[in-house]
């Protein structure tokens, strides 16, 4: 896996990744997740440890380029920022319905218009803001109440990205907090919601049309098949002296694009899975749901739209609901969109 060195066979390569990041051996996760440490540090640590163990096990397994990359074939870890450029940004505007939980004891349903603007000061970092612009919440035997929704800032940084042959493998943390913008009947909660994840995302399947290839003069596979880990933490009421409460976050994320096969160019339609769960908090339950949306881009508008379902996992998130989301590109100054 370095310069000059023999290569090294799959069996080896797992070896040396366990030693150095699986086990005690590694003196960094060994002093930062001491007893000295506070709670939440260690439960984070350990998560983002047991995460790491995993996806790097899978990627020895699933790659045998990782296993066999010798001195032409050096894996890049030097952060490519080349999907963005400085001064690009995605505007979106969307509409969700989701019914009450299984938990609840009368029918309810809540329909709101969440908008997002994505902007990325360079390649690398993305901040967005997403403010609910309407949110409505109709409980049986209770006046619909209606208000503006609660607004979400997020940052997020492409902290290193690995290239092995025509596979990407990503590294993201990312940091997100919720305000409570809305009314108090609408949302009664009213405290800060802050969340820290770290993505990552690895190219699994790629698939080379041998047509466009001739007539590009050059070997080109595209990525169909994206799989992600997101585990985090998630800390509720840090404002107006209310108690805190903490909890774990993991997010599991797969894209799979449709279109692959076709003789224009790829990535037209494309299925996209994620999984959201939140852990037990001191004042909350667990909570876990399934998103499943098909999107369908335009070249010619830079925009997609895309609609789909969410189902609710546990007996606390909403039981079923319907998501739509229509979204656009563009750049603020030169740079963006060449």
């Known amino acids: 896996m370095f310069a000059g060195s023999p290569a090294l066979n799959a069996r ?12 005690h051996e590694n003196s960094y996760w060994s002093f930062h997740s001491s007893s000295n440490s506070p709670h939440l540090a260690r439960v984070f640590l350990k998560l983002m440890r047991a995460a790491s163990c995993m996806w790097i096990f899978l990627l020895s397994w699933s790659f045998p380029a990782l296993a066999h990359a010798g001195a032409n ?4 870890l030097i952060p490519r920022c080349s999907d963005h450029k400085s001064g690009e940004f995605d505007a979106s505007s969307g509409f969700t319905y989701l019914q009450e939980s299984r938990h609840a004891k009368a029918p309810s349903n809540t329909e709101s218009m969440p908008a997002a603007l994505d902007l990325w000061p360079t390649g690398c970092l993305d901040i967005t803001v ?10 049986q035997g209770a006046t619909r109440q209606t ?17 092995v042959r025509n596979h990407r493998l990503f590294v993201v943390p990312a940091y997100l907090v919720k305000v409570p913008t809305s009314e108090p009947l609408v ?21 080379s049309n041998q047509t466009m290839n001739l007539l590009a003069g050059k070997q080109v596979a595209n990525p169909i098949l994206t799989l992600g880990l997101e585990p985090g933490i998630d800390v509720l009421g840090l404002n107006k002296g209310a ?3 903490e909890r774990v976050v993991l997010n599991m994320i797969a894209a799979y694009v449709i279109d692959h096969r076709g003789i224009g160019a790829p990535g037209n339609w494309t299925l996209n899975s994620k999984t959201g769960c939140f852990g037990r908090g001191r004042t909350v339950a667990t909570s876990c749901s399934e998103t499943v949306q098909v999107a369908k881009k335009w070249s010619e508008c830079s925009c997609k739209a895309s609609l789909g379902a969410r189902i609710g996992l546990t007996p606390y998130d909403p039981r079923f609901g319907m998501v739509a989301n229509f979204q656009w590109k563009g750049a603020l100054w030169k740079g963006g969109l060449q």
């Open 147 to 163: 208000s503006f929704g609660d607004t979400t800032f997020a940052a997020s940084y492409k902290l290193a990205q690995l290239f």
């Open 130 to 139: 997403t403010p609910s612009l309407f949110k409505s919440v109709d409980n």
């Open 12 to 23: 080896t390569v797992r070896q040396m990744t366990f030693r150095k990041i699986c086990t």
């Open 73 to 76: 074939d050096t894996p890049d």
């Open 243 to 245: 108690g805190q409460t």
């Open 187 to 207: 949302s009664p909660n009213r405290q800060l919601e802050h969340v820290i994840t770290t993505q990552f995302l690895a190219d699994i399947w790629h698939y």
